[in-house]
């Protein structure tokens, strides 16, 4: 099974900052890397897939690179409603797996 | 607007089973990959497994020997049942489909529906 690691565990931001967040795959997924963001109380929301490409509806402060082991989520500039629990997730191999979270907290 | 929706017992017994329904509206069950993930509380997401709307199926493999994932399309729904549950099966469990042309990415989610295990 394919681990995925995500740091920093927490990042504190202010509105308007930029936020980069990590993921890092224990052995190579190309570019099969997907990023959620998940809510309190909401299903998690398909940010960006196959590592670059944005998800129907998603803003274009959120931006993604990466391939092979490490990738990259960015948010160019925080908004109020950014805030949240960010995933990264693999589906290379079965069991499709993911990180363990990076919450964006103000 | 597709929308997904969990519904089942949220209190269920060790060493018995647990069965979820995910109930998928404004759209078709048919053509399309669907899944089941969990998060117990204060862990990340570990995906159960998923089935195409023909029901053909693909388990977790820590899972496979107590997991059955099925689909009832005249009903637009399926559904999961994970038998002797124990206290870690305790979740939030979600229900999701795949994104058209790419299994294992999920476009729409339910907003997930919470199981206690406990007697």
């Known amino acids: 099974e394919i681990v995925l690691t995500q740091s920093p565990g927490t990042l504190s931001l202010s509105p308007g900052e930029r936020a980069t967040l990590s993921c890092r795959a224990s052995q190579s997924v190309s570019s099969y890397l997907a990023w959620y963001q998940l809510k309190p109380g909401q299903g998690p929301r398909l940010l960006i897939y196959d590592a670059s490409n944005r998800a129907t509806g998603i803003p274009a402060r959120f931006s993604g690179s990466g391939s092979g082991t490490d990738f990259t989520l960015t948010i160019s500039s925080l908004e109020p409603e950014d805030f949240a629990v960010y995933y990264c997730q693999q589906r290379s191999s079965w069991p499709f797996t993911f990180g363990p979270g990076t919450k964006v907290d103000i | 607007q597709v929308q997904l929706q969990e519904s089942g017992p949220g209190l269920v017994k060790p060493s018995e089973t647990l069965s979820l329904t995910c109930t998928v509206s404004?759209?078709?069950?048919?053509?399309?990959?669907w899944s089941w993930i969990r998060q117990p509380p204060g862990k990340g997401l570990e995906w159960i497994g998923y089935?195409?709307?023909?029901?053909?199926?693909n388990y977790n493999p820590s899972l496979k020997s107590r997991l059955t994932i099925s689909v009832d399309r005249s009903n637009n729904q399926f559904s999961l049942k994970l038998t002797s549950v124990a206290a870690a099966d305790t979740a939030v469990y979600y229900c999701?489909?795949?994104?058209?042309?790419?299994?294992?990415?999920?476009?729409?989610w339910g907003q997930g529906t919470l199981v206690t295990v406990s007697s």
């Open positions: 089935i195409h709307y023909s029901g053909s199926t």
């Open positions: 999701a489909r795949h994104r058209p042309g790419y299994i294992g990415y999920q476009d729409y």
């Open positions: 404004g759209g078709s069950i048919s053509s399309y990959y």
